[in-house]
């Protein structure tokens, strides 16, 4: 693949030392080229490996440095989009190599019933920038840890009362509320045109009361059945339950939602109805700082999409969407929702790093190691992600895109045998199908367009391919 991209992409980085960065560009470059491959095999020799080894072994490596030139790259990218979409998730990584020190424990859902098995790994908390076409414009942030135990002081308070009466730097779930800052931070002067959007574990007072602070929006699927509209926090008497009140709003218009496939449910289209209304949300009756700080009311908006149940399904639609945005309209709600469709970009990048990727299986033997080895990852998987939707989003663009002179006339000359090489380059769609292709797409009609599974086992095969020409143009020369 074109290496022109890497140097670009991180030519902001700096390690400390240069060196390291030519490091970190060679490693990129091979992983890249090698997607599905481990440390060893994605290098081209020993001499290599060790350099890799070494480099992951560094601890003046710091792996929020690593992706400071990508983070850049990606604001360039989003500075002429009116809207950016931020998208917030948390994943779980799960090693059981022996032999690796400084893993966390965590648990696993496995079997039928839904049984949690304890394991070791690390958690990776990121946000993904998103332009409203769904294209995945880079990595905004970070946060890559071994979760320390839980303190004996937050044991005592949760006992005692609820957890909203532990300090929220203290909870696990801060990191929503650091990744939102960093957001800010790195979109700095632009934080109105940013809107965070988040799955249900986000649902907290706190996430609301920092957005109206930074000044940005925020999307978040309700996790609560809280009440709202209350005159005090305290109020028994007044308010209402969140679900009762949009349920009793009469319906504004439908929507068309496009379901992924998950777990034993078939993709399909969701035919569902759509209201919405304003509300207050009170803050926390056991908030830890109700006697010490200024709790205001919070202002939002509730958009309520659901699906018809029916007997033959229990994969109905029902979601509740709070949104800092203003919804006037039937309108303004639609055009949120389809916003609110693109947070399973992040779970498709996640499917990327592990499935594809297969990140879990790497044997580095401390925590750090594996917390750089992800941070370098996570930017081989956007570019993966990257060049798989560019197609459908700009396919007539050039293939220079993402190709160079020689690579795009590899292709040319591998699925148009026989015919002689344009001088125009083909399009961005044409190329990404012929590099599916070689990762076992068949490029029917009715296959419509084609996903990161081809594309991933396609790269490899073609950087394979690019290696030959070049080796044997070495060799023999031009002739």
């Known amino acids: 693949m074109d290496t022109n991209w890497v140097n670009n992409e991180f030519q902001a980085t700096d390690l400390g030392d240069q060196r390291l960065n030519k490091r970190l560009s060679k490693i990129i470059e091979r992983f890249t080229d090698s997607p599905v491959s481990p440390i060893n095999q994605a290098c081209d020799d020993w001499s290599e490996t060790k350099a890799a080894y070494r480099f992951f072994r560094n601890d003046k490596v710091k792996y929020q440095e ?3 030139g990508h983070q850049q790259a990606t604001t360039c990218r989003a500075d002429s989009l009116k809207t950016i979409l931020a998208v917030q998730d948390t994943t779980y990584f799960t090693y059981t190599h022996p032999k690796t020190k400084g893993l966390c424990k965590l648990t696993k859902n496995r079997g039928k019933h839904k049984e949690e098995v304890p394991v070791l790994g690390l958690v990776m908390h990121s946000t993904l920038a998103v ?26 308070l949760k006992k005692i009362s609820h957890n909203t009466a532990v300090a929220t730097k203290e909870k ?62 305290y109020s028994e008497k007044t308010g209402q339950k969140l679900w009762e009140l949009l349920k009793g709003k009469e319906v504004k218009g439908k929507i068309t939602v496009d379901i992924p496939k998950r777990d034993k449910f078939p993709s399909r289209k969701a035919e569902c109805k759509v209201k919405y209304s304003e509300f207050t949300m009170n803050h926390p009756v056991n908030h830890f700082e109700k006697h010490t700080k200024n709790l205001p009311n919070i202002q939002l ?11 033959e399904s229990d994969d109905a639609i029902e979601w509740m969407l709070l949104t800092t945005l203003p919804v006037e309209s039937i309108d303004q709600a639609l055009e949120i929702i389809q916003w609110y469709c693109l947070r399973w970009r992040i779970e498709t990048w996640h499917k990327i790093l592990k499935s594809g990727l297969r990140v879990e299986d790497c044997r580095l033997s401390t925590s750090q190691r594996l917390i750089r080895y992800l941070a370098v990852m996570s930017i081989v998987a956007w570019r993966i992600f990257w060049i798989t939707l560019i197609s459908r989003v700009s396919p007539n663009a050039s293939c220079y895109l993402f190709l160079n002179d020689i690579e795009w006339k590899i292709l040319y000359r591998k699925f148009q045998k026989g015919k002689k090489i344009p001088k125009k ?33 396609g790269l490899k095969y073609f950087a394979a391919m690019v290696e030959t020409v070049v080796e044997i143009k070495d060799i023999y020369g031009n002739n």
């Not at 699927?221 to 809280?226: D, F, I, L």
């Not at 068949?442 to 996903?451: H, I």
């Open 66 to 68: 690593i992706a400071k």
């Open 131 to 156: 332009d409203c076409d769904g294209l995945p414009l880079g990595v905004c942030n970070q946060q890559i840890y071994s979760r320390p135990p839980v303190s004996e002081k937050v044991k005592k």
């Open 172 to 233: 696990d779930n801060y990191r929503w509320i650091k990744a939102l800052e960093e957001t800010v931070k790195t979109f700095s002067g632009r934080s109105e045109n940013v809107i965070t959007i988040c799955d249900r574990e986000a649902d907290m007072y706190d996430f609301f009361l920092r957005s109206k602070e930074l000044n940005t929006q925020l999307l978040v699927r309700a996790c609560q059945n809280r009440k709202v509209n209350k005159k005090t926090p």
């Open 301 to 311: 908006n509730a958009i309520y999409v659901y699906e018809e149940k029916k007997e």
């Open 425 to 457: 380059e083909p399009t961005v769609r044409q190329c990404v199908h012929w590099i599916a292709r070689l990762g076992g797409f068949l490029a029917r009609k009715k296959d419509g367009e084609p996903g990161i599974l081809y594309m991933w086992r």
